[in-house]
């Protein structure tokens, strides 16, 4: 997906382009995961709607629960719930920063290939 390190940098439209996707792919995994976890916390516990999705999205961001759980399925949703949303969250962050540290990396990279850092012999 990325150039190799020996490759000029990208031309600014294609990189542009390529933070769009990955903002469009790191966006919809992280709007699946809450659409999901909203769903199933509707169901399991009967909230409104509204409760359930901030629950979802509570829960995700690692702020813990806005309501009590009573339905012992439910906590142990909540559980596993907590556990993938957090690895899914924090992919997400890395998916979205990816293209912009790359080509901060790169561009050092080439910075420093240009370089000559070594005495020529007089």
């Known amino acids: 997906m990325f150039e190799h390190f020996r490759q000029p940098l990208l031309f600014f439209p294609l ?17 699946i995961t809450i659409i999901i976890g909203g769903f199933i916390f509707h169901y399991l516990e009967k909230w409104s709607w509204i409760d359930a999705f901030l629950n979802a999205i509570l829960l995700m961001t690692g702020c ?17 719930y907590i556990l993938i949303s957090t690895i899914i969250y924090y992919s997400v962050l890395i998916l979205f920063f990816a293209p912009l540290v790359h080509r901060l990396m790169h561009a050092l990279h080439l910075e420093i290939e240009n370089k000559k850092y070594y005495k020529k012999d007089s």
């Open 15 to 31: 990189f542009v382009r390529r933070i769009i996707l990955c903002s469009l792919f790191s966006f919809s995994l992280l709007a």
């Open 64 to 80: 813990g629960f806005n309501k009590i759980i009573t339905m012992p399925m439910t906590k142990i949703y909540s559980s596993f």
